[in-house]
């Protein structure tokens, strides 16, 4: 912190060595300009600089009242930009970890969620197409004997496909007999 005079001269600072200097960041004519223009107007001012102790630094400039002094004087600060973002920069590392983990998370429940649904409609499938080849065989210990459990419409397709195989070879089983009676 510090105390800048209308001419931009420091007139209070921790270090006394600096009292009586001009600050490091008005060493460029353009910064010193726009703030000792501003502290002229009474405007706060807020510049992003580099400072040869603290690299990226604010400096932040806010008009003042100094007794009967006349207009121009100005409190200033400055800060390095790491310390003044150093919670930020916690925050979103800590957001950015908690995004990837839910992605992660999300990822695993949507493969097997679609496991859940598309395995048993593969073998429904499967047993579909042995079907349209009049394979009407039934295997007790299929993949498809345990779907006949479920609640869901897996559950209703796979029990209907069995009483449709059953009724299929119930119809086949009775062109037979019809087929030999008649032979």
């Given amino acids: 912190a510090r105390v800048i005079t209308p001419q931009g ?9 600096v009292i009586g200097e001009i600050p490091e960041d008005f060493s460029d004519q353009g ?7 501003a502290m002229s107007r009474q405007v706060r001012i807020s510049e992003r600089n580099h400072s040869s102790t603290h690299g990226e630094v604010l400096n932040t400039y806010a008009p003042i009242r100094i007794g009967g002094a006349s207009d121009g004087w100005a409190f200033g600060t400055v800060v390095p930009i790491k310390e003044a973002t150093a919670k930020v920069d916690g925050v979103v590392r800590i957001a950015i970890i908690a995004f990837v983990s839910g992605l992660i998370i999300l990822s695993i429940l949507i493969i097997r969620v679609s496991l859940h649904f598309s ?12 079907l349209s080849n009049y394979d009407l065989t039934y295997e007790e210990n299929s993949e498809a004997a345990k779907y006949t459990k479920r609640k869901d419409e897996i559950g209703a397709m796979t029990r209907a496909l069995g009483t449709m195989q059953e009724n299929l070879i119930v119809i086949v ?7 030999g009676n008649v032979a």
């Fill in 9 to 17: 001269i420091v007139a209070a600072h921790p270090d006394k060595k």
């Fill in 31 to 37: 910064t010193r300009d726009r703030v000792l223009g």
């Fill in 119 to 130: 395995r048993p409609i593969k073998v429904l499938s499967e047993i579909i197409v042995r």
């Fill in 173 to 179: 089983g009775s062109l037979q007999k019809v087929i």
